[in-house]
Nanobody, 121 residues
Framework: QVQLVESGGGLVQPGGSLRLSCAAS????????MGWYRQAPGKQRDLVAH???????YFADSVKGRFAISRDNAKNTVYLQMNSLKPEDTAVYYCNTGWTRGSSYYEYDDWGQGTQVTVSS
């Protein structure tokens, strides 16, 4: 059974940084693409960034240049480094397993509980 556990969220001032982690178990982590999504109140869940099994990364335009995604296959963990945070980054962040074709990411229905990120002064 797939289990994804996100951590690292919190309250941060605008311009600050956070690093989110997602620990996976129950899967052969290295063969999966991994994605980070976020969902703000009243809005749909959107893909923020994803990383292929080979380590290629892709980002939504709204976070390009500010966020970085990485993975440590030895630790079965994917990270989301978030810099220059803005109030509009406030959301619950989720990680997800998936697969890719070119630059497109296709999600499997495996989700963690999410971690809250609040950007506010």
């Amino acid at each position: 059974q797939v289990q994804l556990v996100e951590s690292g969220g919190g309250l941060v001032q605008p311009g600050g940084s956070l690093r989110l982690s997602c620990a996976a178990s129950g899967i052969v982590f290295s063969i999966y693409a991994m994605g980070w999504y976020r969902q703000a109140p009243g809005k749909q869940r959107d893909l923020v960034a994803h990383i292929t099994s080979g380590g290629t990364t892709y980002f939504a335009d709204s976070v390009k240049g500010r966020f970085a995604i990485s993975r440590d296959n030895a630790k079965n963990t994917v990270y989301l480094q978030m810099n220059s945070l803005k109030p509009e980054d406030t959301a619950v962040y989720y990680c997800n397993t998936g697969w890719t074709r070119g630059s497109s990411y296709y999600e499997y229905d495996d989700w963690g509980q999410g971690t809250q990120v609040t950007v506010s002064s």
